[in-house]
Every structure is written in C-alpha cells, then in structure tokens.
Nanobody
Framework: QAQLVESGGGLVQPGGSLRLSCAAS????????MGWYRQAPGKQRELVAT???????NYLDLVKGRFTISRDNAKNTVFLQMNSLEPEDTAVYYC??????????WGQGTQVTVSS
C-alpha cells in the first residue's frame, strides 16, 4: 500500500527557511516523478516543483531561485528546501508521486505559515 508522509512544515518569519521532507513507502520510488504542490486558503492547488526519475527539475516561476527540490532514492525521500520565504508562500504543501498508469499518490499535506 502506497503511502507518502510529509514533514517539516511550521511557522517561520518572512525571509526564513524551511525544509520539507516526504517519505514514501509501498512504491518503487525511483520509478516515480515526485512533486510538491501547495494550496492556499481560497485558492486552487498549484504545482511548486517537480523532479523526474532522471533528476530533471521544474519550478513554478514564483519560487525559482528560492526553492530547491531534490530526492534521495536510497531513502525513498523527496525534499523541498525553501529559502527567502514570503507571506505569499503560506499554504498547505502536498507531496505527490506520479508514474502515470502505474500509480499516482498524494500525501496528507503539511502546513507552512510565513508570518511575523
């Protein structure tokens, strides 16, 4: 049974940093493209960053230069390093594992709040 568990969210001041982690189990992790998405109150869920099985990355323009996605296939974990956080980054952040018809799974989300 596939499971994604996010951690690392919390309250941080503007300009601060957080590192999100998503630990996967029940899947062949290296086969999956991994992604981070976020949803702010009253807004649609949006893609923040993805990393393919080959390591290729893609970012939302708003976070380029501030956020970095990475993966550790040995630990079945994907990370999102978030620097220079802004109040507009406040949202619930979700992890996704996608391998097309093989499987598409979501975590339960972790809250990130950027506020002074």
């Amino acid at each position: 049974q596939a499971q994604l568990v996010e951690s690392g969210g919390g309250l941080v001041q503007p300009g601060g940093s957080l590192r999100l982690s998503c630990a996967a189990s029940g899947i062949t992790f290296s086969m999956y493209a991994m992604g981070w998405y976020r949803q702010a109150p009253g807004k649609q869920r949006e893609l923040v960053a993805t990393i393919g099985s080959s390591g290729s990355t893609n970012y939302l323009d708003l976070v380029k230069g501030r956020f970095t996605i990475s993966r550790d296939n040995a630990k079945n974990t994907v990370f999102l390093q978030m620097n220079s956080l802004e109040p507009e980054d406040t949202a619930v952040y979700y992890c996704r594992a996608n391998a097309g018809r093989v499987g598409d799974y979501w975590g339960q989300g972790t809250q990130v709040t950027v506020s002074s």
